[in-house]
């Protein structure tokens, strides 16, 4: 009976321990259970309270994206030329100078040559309908008129010169309409061009650490990072500060030539000129071939050909001068990519997109290169785009 009790108690022992570790154990799940909901909704909430703060940041930055916009754009075309004043005059100084400098031989020339592209073009405009009204083109209206007559023939009718006018009409009427918005909100577009201009500096002044910044958001090794970001400046010059400047060089030839050989609105031209040099295989001859057929229908055989030798020879010639030494060996985007982000910066961020555009896909295209191993860009040996 003794032995009995006592084997009775140590199983009521046994089972008293056990059901203690199970109700132990429930209660450790439960308090797991109840410490992975709290988490979750910290993260979320976190998350949350992050978003918002996000959006409230885009709402406070969005009135000046535009002016912020041009002011990153410039600081990135000029982020080489910063670091070599750095080391001679030290940030501040290096980008007050740089500042001062996009000031005086970069915004008030642009600002000038704006005012005279809107005013030229308004007048090229109207020169157009004009001598569309009069007839002035020679034998190629009476070339067109014969073309248009066997069109006919077939049941199409195109009205050449009503196209031409319609269009002049309606670029005359846009150029109008944008130069009395800029006047009537010059006070709205000094700001932004301060805005731009301050910006620039503190771009200029903090770029450094604004790019270590950038590289703590991306998910590779230090090394990996480092020629991600080298490899993409390489191309953005490459790719967006050549073709700038070849542009450049290339619209102001055709401008003076359209000048030289006595045709108005050379300015408007050869900023049109300079636009279109920014589009590889397209360049500058939609202008420059329709002007010089005009002079060659009109009897100046001289000044046409002296338009061919200028805007053609030339501009070709410069072309194949200027981009080899710009290159350096450098590899650039090829015309293709160049052509799709000019034009699709354009239709995303306007005006900026010229610039922008090329510039967020040379970033993309060189994060892609270094990351894949292969390569998006053309070799210096095959990037002439004419």
């Not at 005279?116 to 157009?128: K, L, P, Q």
Request: glycine fraction near 12%; aromatic fraction near 10%.
């Amino acid at each position: 009976m003794g032995s009995c009790s006592a084997r009775n108690r140590r199983e009521r022992t046994v089972e008293s321990l056990y059901d203690c570790k199970s109700e132990a154990k429930r209660k450790g799940s439960r308090s797991a259970v109840a410490q992975n909901a709290e988490n979750r909704f910290s993260n979320v909430l976190f998350y949350g309270v992050v978003l918002c703060l996000a959006y409230l940041v885009f709402l406070i930055f969005q009135p000046f994206l535009v002016p912020l916009g041009w002011a990153a754009v410039f600081g990135v075309i000029l982020y080489s030329l910063n670091k070599r004043f750095e080391r001679k005059y030290g940030p501040t100084q290096a980008a007050a100078l740089i500042t001062l400098g996009v000031t005086l031989v970069l915004i008030i020339p642009v600002l000038l040559l704006g005012a005279m592209f809107v005013r030229e073009g308004i007048t090229a405009a109207e020169n157009i309908q004009t001598a569309m009204e009069g007839g002035g083109y020679g034998w190629f209206s009476h070339a067109w008129g014969w073309l248009a007559t066997h069109i006919a023939a077939g049941g199409i009718t195109v009205d050449l010169p009503g196209l031409v006018r319609q269009g002049a009409s309606q670029a005359g009427e846009y150029l109008a309409t944008g130069l009395g918005r800029v006047i009537r909100n010059i006070v709205v577009f000094l700001f932004e061009l301060f805005v731009m201009l301050f910006a620039l500096f503190y771009f200029l002044r903090d770029g450094d650490s604004i790019v270590d910044r950038f590289r703590l958001f991306l998910p590779f090794e230090e090394k990996m990072t480092e020629r991600m970001l080298t490899e993409a400046r390489e191309l953005i010059f490459a790719s967006v500060t050549t073709s700038l400047v070849i542009a450049a060089v290339q619209g102001t030839i055709c401008g003076a030539a359209f000048g030289i050989v006595g045709l108005g609105s050379a300015i408007f031209w050869g900023v049109v000129m300079g636009f279109l040099s920014l589009l590889p295989v397209l360049g500058a001859w939609p202008v420059w071939i329709p002007a010089t057929i005009w002079l060659f229908s009109t009897g100046h055989l001289i000044r046409g050909i002296t338009l061919i030798v200028i805007c053609g020879a030339l501009g070709a010639t410069i072309d194949n001068i200027l981009r080899p030494v710009l290159l350096g060996g450098r590899a650039s985007l090829n015309g293709l990519l160049v052509f799709i982000s000019v034009l699709g910066g354009i239709a995303v961020f306007g005006v900026l997109g010229v610039v922008l555009g090329p510039i967020v896909v040379a970033t993309t295209v060189g994060i892609l290169d270094v990351y894949s191993g292969k390569s998006m860009t053309e070799s210096p040996a095959n990037n002439s785009v004419p």
